[in-house]
């Protein structure tokens, strides 16, 4: 049974950081990219950013570039979302994701298992 566990969310002010973590089982960890998707409430899911199965490619949207850095360690099965300087439009629940084979790119319906989110909340 796959598990998708994210952890580290919370309430933190404009500027702040925050850490993010998703620890897979159940699965192949180093044949999986690995994706954090976010939700607003009354607005879509969108990628924030990925990284490929080897963690050679990553992907960041543009609003997060310079300011969130995704990494993972395959010898703990986890995915890591680093996010610095936050802001009041960072806030939404956070999901993890993962794709076999991925190569790093936000494409939703190409992750096979996700979390449950966890939320961030950036305070003006």
């Known amino acids: 049974q796959v598990q998708v566990v994210e952890s580290g969310g919370g309430l933190v002010q404009t500027g702040g950081s925050l850490r993010l973590s998703c620890t897979v089982s159940?699965?192949?960890?180093?044949?999986?990219?690995m994706g954090w998707f976010r939700q607003a409430p009354g607005k879509e899911r969108e990628g924030v950013a990925c990284?490929?199965?080897?963690?050679?490619?990553?992907y960041y949207e543009d609003s997060v570039k310079g300011r969130f850095t995704i990494s993972r360690d395959n010898a703990k099965n986890t995915v890591y979302l680093q996010m610095n300087s936050l802001k009041p439009e960072d806030t939404a629940m956070y999901y993890c994701?993962?794709?076999?084979?991925?190569?790093?790119?936000?494409?939703?319906?190409?992750?096979?298992?996700w979390g449950q989110g966890t939320q961030v909340t950036v305070s003006s």
């Open positions: 159940g699965l192949s960890f180093d044949d999986y990219g």
């Open positions: 990284i490929s199965w080897s963690g050679g490619s990553t």
């Open positions: 994701a993962a794709e076999h084979g991925g190569l790093g790119f936000p494409v939703l319906e190409d992750y096979e298992y």
